[in-house]
């Protein structure tokens, strides 16, 4: 068995989703889950963007232990100095350089020639080498790249000394024969290419990321590239997860396997959509909530006869499985923690203190606490950075003619109340009234969800919102029994964000305008 090694770039890549912000202890959190998962390297960010994403990096760097962290620079000397120093904290590091190869963008974007990509390209290597000894060059755009000049690129990154070379289909472009022969082309073509790993990275743009990045195995690509639930830019990047249960599931035909703990898998994909906040469709491969459902009739009497006969996957094989330990408000901090255990989750003291003190609260609320409702909670641990706004309480008047709202929330020491009685609806109302005491801030609500988090009459609602405010868009999440106050909690944590954002310096449309 070959092992093709997993390069996560859900804190990069996935993070470049519109509406999605990760505040640096989300990040840390995703990549500690990442190491459980067991990947082989984790790209933390990209350095250079702002002072708050070499933090993020930095942190990342700081708390993971196992898989290499990868830091990503544009092929200029200031850029792989910030990762050289977002890197300085980590175990093992790699530095990730790019530049676009593409007729299309050596004309549009960067107007360059040919020779002269290659010469900063190969520039870039050789002052990386100064710090870094695993360095991965990409020429960006490779899939839309003339083939004989991709061949002469990569040639040049083998003798400049990268030690990993990726072949981005950077706009999702290429069907997976195309894909597969360019590693084909490579491999036979270039001389010293056996020194290097050979990466594939794909996007999903015409939803073919995880068939691309199978034929690029096939054809001997050495690491995959990709994100947890496929995030990232425009329509994706390939799921890690779905690539890692093709090779489980079909190890004779591809002769190939990866490292990863299969069994944190669900876990890692219900971390990464709640702090994301990216709701995982339902007929998601794998980790949607209905991939393993059986509706049917035929389909469940063949189940009830034998699992085979409509089961590829047990779920168990990803971590999704239901416990038997069942909890309630009885239920202590001793059977908190086993069920914890039993999840597979592992919390500091600090971080357990805080999910015992939710999960109580939740337990007063609701009959039984499922698995989904510990998974939530503990989502939601690292939630409100800061704690300048508190809700207090919430007056509500309601008829067929409209919603009169009254919010009463503790600002520091002081308490503040607002109204608001023309939205459209309670909700409305209620977000508009937090609005006026936070008018400071200059909120625009551009995207509201609110879903259930179990199938029970008292189930806890999880609420996401996106919100903008000046050049900035947040996310904010909550979670009640009570879909209202989800509602206002999300919209407080979300102005907690622009707080800790405007604070840290870390405003993703510095790193979206560099790349
Ligand atoms: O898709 C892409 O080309 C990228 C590069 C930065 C590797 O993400
Ligand atoms: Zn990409």
């Known amino acids: 068995m070959r092992n093709i090694a997993i390069f996560d770039t859900t804190l990069r890549d996935g993070e470049q989703s ?15 889950q990442l190491e459980r998962l067991r990947v082989d390297r984790i790209e933390a960010g990209f350095p250079i963007a702002s002072p708050g994403d070499l933090a993020s ?82 020429p960006e755009d490779a899939g839309r790249t003339e ?55 794909c996007h999903d743009d015409l939803g073919l990321a995880t068939a691309n990045a199978l034929a690029a195995i096939a054809n001997g690509a050495d690491q ?25 599931t079909r190890a004779a035909l591809y002769g190939a ?81 086993e069920k914890l255990l039993d999840l597979g989750i592992v919390l500091s003291d600090e971080a357990l ?6 999960f109580k609260r939740v337990a007063d609320q609701k009959k039984t606490v499922t698995d989904e409702d510990v998974r939530t909670i503990i989502g939601f641990a690292s939630v409100s950075p800061a704690t300048k706004f508190r809700l207090d309480a919430l007056t509500i008047r309601a008829d067929e003619h409209g919603a009169a709202v009254e919010v009463r929330m503790g600002v520091g020491d002081t308490v503040v109340r607002a109204s608001h009685n023309s939205g459209n609806g309670i909700i409305d109302s209620m977000l508009k009234a937090i609005e006026i005491i936070a008018d400071e801030h200059d909120l625009v609500l551009e995207d509201y969800t609110v879903k259930s988090v179990s199938h029970d009459k008292d189930a806890l609602g999880e609420c996401h919102v996106q919100v903008r405010s000046g050049g900035d868009v947040v996310t904010g999440r909550g979670y009640s029994t009570d879909v209202i106050t989800a509602s206002a909690l999300a919209y407080i944590d979300a102005i907690h964000r622009v707080i800790e954002r405007r604070q840290s310096g870390s405003h993703k449309r510095d790193r979206m305008s560099l790349l």
Not at 23 to 29: C, I, L, Q, Y
Not at 92 to 119: G, N, W, Y
Not at 168 to 196: A, K
Not at 353 to 358: E, G, H, K, L, R
């Open 257 to 337: 396997e990866t490292s990863l703990a299969l069994h944190e898998i669900y876990p890692t994909s219900r971390l990464v959509s709640k702090l994301t906040g990216m709701i995982v469709p339902g007929n998601k491969a794998l980790v949607g909530a209905n991939a393993f459902a059986h509706e049917s009739g035929i389909h469940q009497d063949g189940m009830l006869k034998d699992k085979s006969t409509y089961e590829i996957i047990r779920p168990e094989t990803i971590g999704l499985r239901e416990s038997q330990l069942v909890l309630g408000k009885h239920s202590g901090r001793h059977a908190f923690r």
């Open 18 to 32: 519109p509406g999605v912000n990760l505040n640096t202890r989300e990040k840390v959190d995703i990549a500690l």
């Open 147 to 201: 083939i004989d000049y991709l061949c002469a690129v990569v040639a040049m990154a083998v003798q400049a000394g990268a030690t990993v070379v990726n072949i981005p289909d950077t706009v999702g472009y290429l069907m997976p024969e195309e894909y597969g022969r360019i590693f084909r082309v490579l491999r036979e073509n270039v001389p010293g290419i056996e020194r290097v790993q050979l990466s594939a990275h």
């Open 353 to 358: 203190d805080d999910a015992f003190a939710s």
């Open 57 to 138: 990096v930095q942190a990342v760097a700081q708390a993971v232990r196992g898989p290499t962290i990868v830091g990503l620079a544009r092929a200029r000397t200031g850029d792989i100095d910030a990762v050289y120093e977002a890197l300085r904290g980590a175990s093992d590091a790699c530095i990730h350089v790019f530049l676009a190869t593409s007729p299309i963008h050596r004309q549009h974007k960067l107007r360059m020639t040919k020779e002269h990509v290659l010469e900063t390209a190969h520039a870039a290597i050789t002052y990386a080498k100064k710090y870094f000894s695993k360095i991965e060059f990409s």
């Open 224 to 248: 995959i590239e990709g994100t947890i639930n496929g995030i990232g830019e425009r329509a994706g990047n390939t799921a890690i997860e779905e690539v890692a249960l093709a090779l489980h």
